[in-house]
């Protein structure tokens, strides 16, 4: 019995060439029992279905439907792909090659009047001859088409290859009936379209070569996320350091790495120090330190030093596998603006045929002399230069690489439609704590008082904190570890909440904390009350040691603004974004910390539950929000922003609220993320845009339009060309989003 899918399948679709094909296959597997949702991507040929059903029906069901498919399991070697993609793009030249060389003999040895008249006794016996050869070359280039065509046709449905079939198909057709019946048709009308039919193939595949050469480019991205992943891991059992293949290291295994090695899984360091590059994850260039409790990530470069480090996540659940399944996710879905082409597409073929069948008729009634020649020439030539593949390609391949050039920046998006959003803002909601600032609280200021020295003031605090859980009490401690101050025995601890904690050390009874607590133990701090002020008007957050009921000396602790938070928000600024601060911080402080960051509206005191209530009011107000955060405390309001940007990092990249995951602490990934999201929807726009006018205007050439006021008709071989170079141009667009560079300020 086949093993059913839990949530989310992967499936590689063979067969696909036109957005028509895309609505047929997502139709299928719609249809199976079982199944919640299905994205199909043109793009890359691959389908993602979501639900609970059997891998073996889904198949089946694609098969009816006239593919074929296979289920994409685990990580596929970049080179196979590679492989399997240029041995496609030389099937196709060939193909190409081969229609293309007889197409052109054959044009040759008309113009040059080598060929012998249809009628005459020579032709009589050439030209079957040529209409067999021709039949040979057909099938050899063009089967692809026909056998697609005849499926279609079986489901009653129409695409691409019923273009090209009924156009090339009917070319030859009409051929054999002037080398049978010469004799009897008007004079005009005696000229056969061998040479128009195996052109036509041979500019189809040539156009269908180059679209798969340069789609190859495409997926680039995760072809070198995927190239990250070693193959090999060396870990340590029973004593012995040895190499095994990277499926079979465990959870909890001890490893080894060397420099210059690539890190196997996610882990922690046990023992060792190095410098890690993790720039193709996050986009940072500057190597990471890592030390003893470091975290590491699979796929990251180890660069000076050997190190042990315990396999904390394997296969799958590696921070890279996230990273690569959330990437593919984005490129398979569909923004709104691909929902439009989709409709289009799939009424698109029908239609085509109907205006062919209508221009028959037409000239058929109405033309010149040979009012038959006149007709089939036309009449084929709106089939062949209407294939949608333009249409098709137009937005998923635009999503693809994009989605592709944001993973190598460490921007990653999980929704396609956060791509289309994100340009869109108007308002920028951001948290404070470990979005605009550290999110690591230090010692900013120390200040002994009397004859106390700063660092006796640090080991009574330190002393006397070493017990505490508080955020502010492990500053303290870095603090002191930093200056190597040994701690003091501390008995007779007592914390009082929210105003500090006291203690006696050495016989002389220690105070910690806040105004509050040296008012309730009789502290006079009258003296001090300016300077705590003018601290806390800077962003610190002062406590006041009293040592015997007398002040000692004041340490303030302050979460620091990011080096480039200032940056970002004068970024998005300048691209017209409302920046708001939003935090749970007490107003003096956050107004401090929003000033440093050139925010100037703030809103301080707001609970992390409150914070999703701001975002809807201004959705309310008429403002497209998006909402930067942690994507822990503020997982509310990034579901309910517009577009959720969530601050992770290499190892935390599964956050589920948000849109798009900035995969460094860096706020400046932010304006970055909307700058491509400008230029993804104007690179869609322009695909799109060329798509319809191309279409718009070659259908109504193609039929004669132009032939009443200039004599001019469209050959049956240039609207071939025309349709390919159509599909190359809108991926060849698309590839310039790839070597997109960002503003800076």
Known sequence: MSEETTDELRLSILGMRCAGCVSAVEGALAAVDGVTSVSVNFADHSAVVKGHSDPALLIQAIKEAGFDAAVMEGFEDPAEQEQQELQRYRKLMKKAAVAGAFGLLLMVAEHLAWLPEIGSPTGSWLWPQIALLTLGILFYSGWHFYSGAYKSLTLGQANMDTLIALGTGSAWLYSCIVIDYYATLPSLAKHAYFEAAVMILAFINLGSALETLARGKTSSAIRQLIGLQPRTARVIRNGEEIDIAIEQVGLGETLRVRPGEKIAVDGVLLEGHSTVDESMLTGESLPVEKMVGAEVVAGTMNQTGSFLFTATRIGRDTALAQIIKSVRQAQSSKPEIARLADRISGVFVPAVVAVSVLTFLLWYAFGPDPSLGYAFVTSMTVLVIAC???????????????????????????????????????????????????????????????????????????????????????????????????????????????????????????????????????????????????????????????????????????????????????????????????????????????????????????????????????????????????????????????????????????????????????????????????????????????????????????????????????????AGAAMALSSVTVVSNANRLRWMRFNKV
């Open 388 to 718: 949608p593949c333009a249409l098709g390609l137009a937005t998923p391949i635009s999503v693809m690489v994009a989605v592709g050039r944001a993973a190598q920046s460490g921007i990653l998006i999980r929704k396609g439609e956060a791509l289309q959003t994100a340009g869109k803002l108007t308002c920028l909601i951001l948290d404070k704590t470990g979005t605009v600032t550290e999110g690591k609280p230090t010692v900013s200021t120390l200040e002994a008082f009397g004859d106390n020295s700063e660092e006796q003031l640090l080991q009574w605090a330190a002393s006397i904190e070493s017990g505490s859980e508080h955020p502010l009490a492990a500053a303290i401690l870095a603090a002191a570890e930093q200056r190597q101050i040994k701690l003091e025995k501390v008995q007779q601890f007592a914390a009082v909440a929210g105003h500090g904690v006291m203690a006696t050390i050495n016989g002389q009874r220690v105070l910690f904390g806040n105004q509050a607590l040296m008012d309730e133990q009789g502290v006079n701090i009258a003296d001090f009350n300016q300077r705590l002020e003018e601290l806390s008007a800077l962003g610190q957050t002062p406590m006041l040691l009293a040592v015997d009921n007398k002040v000692a000396g004041i340490i303030a602790v302050s979460d620091p603004i990011k080096k480039d938070s200032a940056q970002a928000v004068q970024m998005l600024q300048s691209q017209g974004v409302r920046i708001i601060m939003v935090t749970g911080d007490n107003a003096i402080t956050a107004q401090a910390i929003a000033k440093q960051a050139g925010i100037s509206e703030l809103r301080a005191q707001v609970l992390p539950q409150d914070k999703a209530e701001v975002v809807k009011e201004l959705q309310q107000a008429g403002e497209i929000v998006g909402m930067v955060g942690d994507g822990i405390n503020d997982a509310p309001a990034l579901a309910q922003a517009d577009v959720g940007f969530a601050i992770g990092t290499g190892t935390d990249v599964a956050i589920e609220s948000a849109d798009v995951v900035i995969l460094q602490g860096s706020l400046l990934k932010v304006p970055e993320a909307i700058e491509l999201s400008k230029a993804t929807v104007i690179n869609i726009k322009q695909n799109l845009i060329g798509a319809f006018f191309y279409n718009t205007v070659s259908i109504p050439v193609a039929a004669g339009l132009l032939y009443p006021l200039f004599g001019v008709l469209l050959n049956p071989m240039i």
